[in-house]
């Protein structure tokens, strides 16, 4: 069994999803709209453009996220996505690019456990943990 986090997001899905996959050369599985729910679902007109579900790859894990169409979720602050990448350059990059347009909790750098590790909050409001597989050497 693999846990696999579930995003919701604010009528930005989509782009969310595309800027993942660029960051992270993951890949779109599902994309599903909100206009292909049945009518008893009673989703309102504004939002039928929206993305109902939808599963992207990055590496051996998967990311589902959808919008929140109804407008009965809250902001959720006490998760965050980790993502350990193979080098440090490669953590950087990722996390540079998560950056641009959020905030920065713990900028990107080496601690006792990693060569690169950092946390933030990208512009569309999802935590990130970003860190790298090289480990600092012992001495």
Same mark, same amino acid.
Do not use: Q
């Given at each position: 069994?693999? #846990?696999?986090? @579930?995003?919701?997001?604010?009528? /930005?899905?989509?782009?969310?999803?595309? &800027?993942?996959?660029? %960051?992270?050369? +993951?890949?779109?599985?599902?994309?599903?709209?909100?206009?292909?729910? #049945?009518?008893? @679902?009673?989703?309102?007109?504004? /939002?039928?453009?929206?993305?109902?579900? &939808?599963?992207?790859? %990055?590496?051996? +894990?998967?990311?589902?996220?959808?919008?929140?169409?109804?407008?009965?979720?809250?902001?959720?602050?006490?998760?965050?996505?980790?993502?350990?990448?193979?080098?440090?350059?490669?953590?950087?990059?990722?996390?540079?690019?998560?950056?641009?347009?959020?905030?920065?909790?713990?900028?990107?750098?080496?601690?006792?456990?990693?060569?690169?590790?950092?946390?933030?909050?990208?512009?569309?409001?999802?935590?990130?943990?970003?860190?790298?597989?090289?480990?600092?050497?012992?001495?």
């Amino acid at each position: 069994m693999t #846990p696999t986090p @579930y995003l919701f997001f604010n009528g /930005n899905c989509a782009e969310a999803i595309a &800027s993942y996959v660029e %960051i992270f050369g +993951g890949e779109i599985m599902e994309k599903m709209p909100a206009s292909d729910m #049945p009518p008893e @679902y009673d989703v309102p007109d504004e /939002n039928r453009h929206l993305v109902m579900h &939808s599963r992207i790859r %990055i590496g051996d +894990g998967f990311l589902m996220a959808s919008d929140n169409l109804m407008g009965e979720n809250t902001e959720m602050t006490g998760s965050s996505v980790l993502v350990s990448l193979p080098t440090v350059d490669a953590g950087k990059a990722a996390f540079d690019t998560l950056a641009d347009g959020g905030a920065i909790e713990m900028p990107y750098g080496p601690t006792f456990w990693s060569k690169g590790f950092g946390m933030l909050t990208d512009r569309f409001g999802v935590r990130w943990m970003i860190g790298c597989d090289e480990v600092p050497e012992e001495g």
